[in-house]
């Protein structure tokens, strides 16, 4: 099993980041799958969840109407928009398959002027 997300960098506040992440060795379709993120000396926190077909979506608070979390089965592949950024979503995002254990490596996004 690999979860690779990628896209994480450096932005402005206020601006935009799309991460990715590309799944594979499980049926990808098959599951939910979820970001989280950890920020220094944080726990980490959910950020957004999306169900299998994609028809229903979930959003933390400090995110909603900003975040928006999409999945393309067909290329198993998760994705996170992120826009109108604040310099507190700095922090290693990691996309995940809860309900199995399978989380993937993580991607750093830093907001700062």
């Known amino acids: 099993v690999q979860l690779q997300a990628y896209g994480g960098g450096r932005v402005q506040p206020g601006g935009s980041l799309r991460l990715s992440c590309a799944a594979s060795?499980?049926?990808?379709?098959?599951?939910?799958m979820s970001w989280f993120r950890q920020a220094p000396g944080k726990e980490r926190e959910f950020v957004a969840g999306i169900r299998r077909s994609g028809a229903r979506t979930y959003y933390a608070d400090s995110v909603k109407g900003r975040f928006t979390i999409s999945r393309d089965n067909a290329k198993n592949t998760l994705h996170l928009q992120m826009n109108s950024m604040k310099s507190e979503d700095t922090a290693v995002y990691f996309c995940a398959n809860v309900g199995s254990g399978y989380w993937g490596q993580g991607t750093q996004v830093t907001v700062s002027s």
């Open positions: 060795g499980f049926m990808f379709e098959d599951y939910a």
